[in-house]
C-alpha cells in the first residue's frame, strides 16, 4: 500500500486485550525455531490472501488468528473437523458461564 | 503480571484496552480460544508455554530501546559499534534482539531518519514493544514513503527543508531503531535520566527526543 | 550460510528494480517496481520469502540488499526537498545492474 492516497494518521493507540497478546504468543511460539510450525510469510500470504474488504473490516489480531489457522490447516497440523468442533465447544462453554 | 525488566517506568504508556475484546465472545476470540486449546491438546504447545511468553512480551517496552540511545549518546565508541552492527550492541548491553538483524540510524543536523513498513507492520518490538495502532495503520502505511514531511508534521515535528528525510521501509528481515539528536542542555546528565528523554515515538523517527 | 546465492552487487552500485507482477506473497513494493536506486548496503542472505510463504525451504538463501532511492525518482509530483530518500531492503533476484545515472 505504500505511496497509495490515505487521510490522516489518527494518532490511535490501545492497551493489546489478553486474547490478542495470546494471538501474538502463538505466533511467536510456533514460528520459533524449534517448532517451526508456520513461518512469519506464511501468516503474511494468508493476511493478504484476505482481500481489500474483509481486511479493513477485520482488527490487526483478528486478521493474525484467521492466517496462523488457516497456516495450521495447510500444514495438517490441525483439521477443518476439529476446528469447527472445538469452536462450537468454546462457544457452548462460554454461554454456560454467562 | 507486567515486571518492568528495566525498572523503567518513565515511557509506559497505559491505553484502555478496546471495549468489546476480552468480555465478548466474537468469532475470532473463540478462534483463537479453540486453536490454543487443540494445539495444547495435541502437545505442540503447553498452556504454559503461552502464559510466559504473554508475559515476556509485557516486559517489554521502549525503555529497552531508550537504554541503547542514552547509552550512545554517551559513549561514542558504543555508539559506533551500535551503528556497525545493531543485533551486537544490543547484546552487548543484555537485551536480547531476536533472530532479526536490527539497523541503527542516527539522526543528525543533516539527516531526519523515521521507520514504517509499508508491507504489513515490521516493527523492532523487541526494543520497543507491541508497536502502536497508527504504525499498522493504512494512513500511515500508505503515506509515509509518499509524503513523510506531512506525515510528520501531522506528528508535530516540522523538519527544516536543508535536512533531509531518510525513509526505511522495513520490507525484509532487517528491523530499524532510531537514535533521535540529543537534546541540548543535557551536558553532565547520567544514562538513567537521558534515557527518560528517549520516547518511543523518537525511536520510530515521528517525534524528537523530549526537549529539557 | 553455505548455501546461498553469490552475490553480485556492492555498495555504490547502481541497480534497477525488476518490473514483474507475479502473484503470491512478495516482498518488493510496488511503488519502487522499474524504478532505479543505488546499493546502500548488503545485509547478508537470507531464504526467499516467496517460497518460505508456501511452506518450501526458500533455498538457496537470495542476497539482499538496502537499496537507496531519491524521492523525486520515486514521485514525480514529490512535495519535499531533493534530498529526501527512502531506503528499502530488496532481494537480488529483483535487482538488475543499470547504467551511471544520465
Known amino acids: ?98 | 503480571m507486567s515486571h518492568d525488566q528495566d525498572h523503567d517506568h518513565a515511557h509506559v504508556h497505559r491505553f484502555p484496552p478496546r471495549p468489546d475484546q476480552d468480555d465478548t465472545l466474537t468469532y475470532y476470540r473463540a478462534m483463537e480460544t479453540a486453536v490454543r486449546e487443540l494445539l495444547i491438546d495435541k502437545g505442540v504447545i503447553t498452556a504454559d508455554d503461552v502464559r510466559r511468553q504473554v508475559e515476556d512480551m509485557d516486559g517489554r517496552n521502549a525503555g529497552r530501546g531508550a537504554k541503547m540511545v542514552a547509552r550512545a549518546w554517551l559513549d561514542l565508541a558504543y555508539k559506533q559499534r551500535m551503528l556497525a552492527n545493531g543485533s551486537k550492541a544490543a547484546e552487548e548491553i543484555g537485551l536480547d534482539v531476536g533472530p532479526l538483524k536490527l539497523v541503527v540510524v542516527e539522526n543528525t543536523s543533516s539527516v531526519h531518519n523515521v521507520i514504517v513498513c509499508t508491507l504489513c507492520s515490521c516493527y523492532p518490538r523487541m526494543l520497543l514493544g507491541l508497536p502502536p495502532d497508527w504504525y499498522k495503520s493504512r494512513n500511515y502505511r500508505s503515506r509515509m514513503v509518499r509524503e513523510p514531511r506531512a506525515v510528520l508534521a501531522e506528528f508535530g515535528t516540522v523538519i527544516p527543508p536543508d535536512v533531509a528525510i531518510r525513509v526505511h521501509d522495513s520490507t525484509a528481515d532487517m528491523r530499524y531503531l532510531v537514535v533521535p539528536k540529543r537534546p541540548t542542555g543535557t551536558e553532565n546528565w547520567s544514562e538513567a535520566e537521558l534515557a527518560r528523554l528517549v520516547t518511543r515515538d523518537s525511536m520510530i523517527g515521528v517525534a524528537l527526543a523530549n526537549e529539557v | 550460510m553455505p548455501d546461498a546465492v553469490a552475490h553480485r552487487f556492492q555498495i555504490g552500485d547502481r541497480v534497477k528494480v525488476r518490473e514483474a507482477y507475479p502473484i503470491g506473497h512478495v516482498r518488493t513494493p510496488y511503488y519502487v517496481r522499474g524504478k532505479c536506486g543505488v546499493i546502500e548496503r548488503v545485509c547478508g542472505a537470507f531464504p526467499n520469502p516467496e517460497e518460505l510463504a508456501y511452506a518450501r525451504e526458500g533455498r538457496p538463501a537470495q542476497p539482499l540488499y538496502r537499496v537507496r532511492f531519491l524521492q523525486r525518482e520515486l514521485w514525480t509530483d514529490y512535495a519535499g526537498q531533493p534530498v529526501d530518500v527512502v531506503e528499502v531492503e530488496i532481494y537480488q533476484h529483483w535487482l538488475e545492474a543499470e547504467g551511471p545515472q544520465p
Open chain 1, 1 to 98: 500500500m505504500g505511496g497509495l492516497p490515505a487521510g490522516a494518521v489518527e494518532p490511535s493507540e490501545h492497551d493489546y486485550a489478553l486474547w490478542e497478546k495470546r494471538v501474538d504468543a502463538l505466533m511467536m511460539l510456533l514460528s520459533r525455531k524449534d517448532r517451526r510450525l508456520l513461518t512469519v510469510d506464511e501468516l503474511r500470504r494468508n493476511i493478504e490472501s484476505l482481500g481489500p474488504e474483509a481486511y479493513d473490516e477485520m482488527t490487526y489480531y483478528e486478521r493474525w488468528i484467521y492466517a496462523i489457522t488457516q497456516t495450521l490447516i495447510q500444514r495438517g497440523v490441525i483439521t477443518v473437523d476439529e476446528l469447527g468442533r472445538k469452536i462450537e465447544a468454546v462457544k457452548t462453554r462460554e454461554a454456560q458461564r454467562a
